[in-house]
């Protein structure tokens, strides 16, 4: 099971799943050494099978640092905190966590579009 680590200090994610808005974005980053990643990334594509079962699920795409790097970032869009709550709730997937390697750590946070005028919409 990967260890959990806060983003936000001040901000949990406990705090941010009692939140009851529309869409939002998931960023969790993963952290494992380089030679861990082969073991990650099964055990991620095995909870992204799940997660795209799932009501609200929109869309998810992995990353990987580049030159050997064992940090991986997870993009996931989803329809509603309250989707994503369910989902992150489910049996299944809490029961895949174990898969995870001992060495991960993960960091996970909602976040929601903002517009900056000029520059991006919401």
């Not at 099971?1 to 806060?6: H, L, R, V």
């Not at 869309?59 to 030159?67: D, E, F, K, V, Y």
Request: glycine fraction near 6%; include cysteine.
């Amino acid at each position: 099971m990967p260890k959990f680590i806060e983003m936000d200090q001040t901000v949990t994610l406990a705090d941010q799943l009692k939140d009851e808005g529309g869409p939002v974005v998931l960023i969790n980053t993963f952290v494992v050494p380089p030679a861990d990643a082969d073991s990650l990334l099964a055990a991620w594509t095995a909870d992204a099978e799940i997660m795209t079962r799932q009501p609200g699920f929109v869309s998810t795409q992995l990353h990987r640092g580049i030159a050997g790097s064992g940090v991986f970032l997870n993009y996931a869009v989803w329809d509603s905190v309250a989707d994503f709550r369910a989902a992150f709730a489910n049996p299944e997937f809490r029961a895949r966590l174990s898969d995870y390697p001992a060495s991960a750590t993960a960091s996970p946070h909602l976040f929601r579009k903002m517009a900056v005028p000029g520059i991006c919409d919401a």
